[in-house]
């Protein structure tokens, strides 16, 4: 090849370089150009050979914050029951060697419902006999001192006291059952000993594992007996007022109750059904959205359980008219059949975060064999064809009480299954609230 021949090749390597150049110096020069059009600063924005372009970077997104999960609901349930009612036969059966007494081997056969409960309250038909005084029974009762700690020893943690009974014994028996159930650390609402506390709510706190609610318990009674109007005993005895109770709530609600329950004696004696009265009343409270439950005692045999328009949340509000007895020696020898089943309601009560609400009513029974010293034994192991030792009660009588018992209630309600609760209760001291 000649020598010649490279020299056009070179020449046009030369030429590409200096155009490239000058596009560059162009690209860059009109960059400025347009940077100082625009108002930015000149001594920042002077061009270099060979500079390039900014590149704009696109602004990280926010991120988005992970929510909070929901808070998991937390089931508690409350267990009340009927008339505690120690009649003379009750006394003498409870009777220890030493000449006290005992009532915790009747209830024994049915502690699992009262102490698996997480919150149990008691029905209290009866005052204790004053100290110094001897126990009286039927007609005009006064109960051992014993059996408060019995009741609290087998697990309620507290009752009502409001009755026809419970000044039987007058303002000092009243006042000393009020004192033992206090060193006992039994909860009461319904008596007094002073105006103030006989009217006030029981407030107890409830917790278990992490979750809890406040409690608010109310009781009163429409009458004294002899049928006197209660209210003239006010000072030391809730007469029973609907919208007195209502108000009572709304300001239970206002000193930081979740719920309320409301435990009233009223009604007729051996009475299936409410009568008018008790329907006047539960209506009242329904729909004044400041009662959560009410679950009553008095007639001695169950009352039908059922669920009325309105209620605390809208969603309604239960009321069992009558749970009926609890310990007593009252059954179908004396009395009606039914007089010797002890329905025991269970309230559902479900804790979502701040949210408290009463979620469902059943109820279980426990069946009192009065020949057999008075024990409450649970009405389903019966059915089921347990015998237990020294129970006295036939086939027969087991079936028929169960019969009667259901005639009143139905089955879409019962629930045979202990409760298993097992939550910390503290019964707040009177003054501590409101």
Not at 79 to 85: E, M, P, S
Not at 163 to 168: A, G, Q, V
């Amino acid at each position: 090849m000649p020598a010649h021949s490279r020299t056009p090749q070179r020449v046009y390597v030369v030429r590409r370089i200096a155009a490239l150049a000058v596009v560059v110096l162009v690209a860059v020069l009109g960059t400025w150009a347009v940077s100082r059009a625009l108002g930015s600063d000149p001594a920042a924005e002077v061009p270099t050979a060979g500079a390039t372009a900014p590149v704009e970077v696109e602004p990280s997104p926010t991120p988005t914050p992970t929510p909070s999960p929901e808070p998991e609901p937390a089931v508690f349930t409350l267990v009340t029951a009927g008339d505690v009612l120690p009649h003379a036969t009750v006394n003498r059966n409870a009777q220890t060697a030493d000449g006290g007494y005992d009532y915790a081997p009747m209830m024994e056969p049915a502690r699992q419902w009262i102490e698996g409960a997480d919150i149990a309250l008691c029905s209290l038909e009866v005052p204790l006999a004053p100290e110094g005084e001897a126990p009286s029974a039927y007609p005009v009762f006064g109960a051992p001192e014993q059996l408060i700690d019995s009741l609290r020893r087998v697990g309620w943690d507290g009752c009502a006291t409001a009755t026809n009974h419970s000044l039987d014994r007058g303002v000092p028996g009243l006042v000393r059952t009020l004192e033992v159930m206090d060193e006992v650390g039994l909860g009461h609402t319904g008596t007094g000993r002073t105006p103030e506390e006989t009217v006030s709510a029981q407030f107890y706190e409830v917790e278990r594992d992490g979750a809890s609610f406040t409690l608010a318990h109310l009781s009163a009674t429409t009458f004294h007996n002899d049928y006197t109007d209660p209210s003239q005993y006010a000072d030391s005895l809730h007469a029973l007022d609907a919208e007195a109770i209502v108000e009572l709530a709304r300001g239970a609600r206002e000193d930081g109750a979740d719920l309320v329950l409301f435990t009233p004696h009223w009604g007729q004696e051996y009475w299936h059904e409410p009568d008018g009265l008790q329907q006047d009343i539960a209506a009242t409270l329904a729909a004044s959205g400041q009662v959560d439950v009410v679950l009553g005692g008095h007639s001695h045999v169950p009352q039908p359980l059922i669920r009325l328009d309105g209620g605390a949340d809208g969603d309604g509000m239960w009321v069992g008219y009558s749970m009926g007895n609890f310990l007593s020696n009252q059954d179908e020898k004396c009395c009606d059949i039914t007089t010797a089943t002890a329905m025991i309601p269970r309230v559902e009560i479900t804790v979502t975060g701040e949210d408290v609400r009463v979620t469902d009513v059943t109820w279980s029974a426990a069946m009192i064999d009065t020949d057999g010293r008075q024990r409450l034994h649970p009405i389903q192991p019966l059915l089921d064809g347990d015998r237990p030792d020294g129970l006295t009660l036939t086939d027969e009588r087991i079936r028929a009480r169960w019969d009667a018992m259901t005639s009143v209630l139905g089955t879409d309600r019962y629930d045979p299954a202990p409760p298993s609760g097992g939550a910390e209760v503290t019964v707040v001291p009177r003054g501590q609230r409101g």
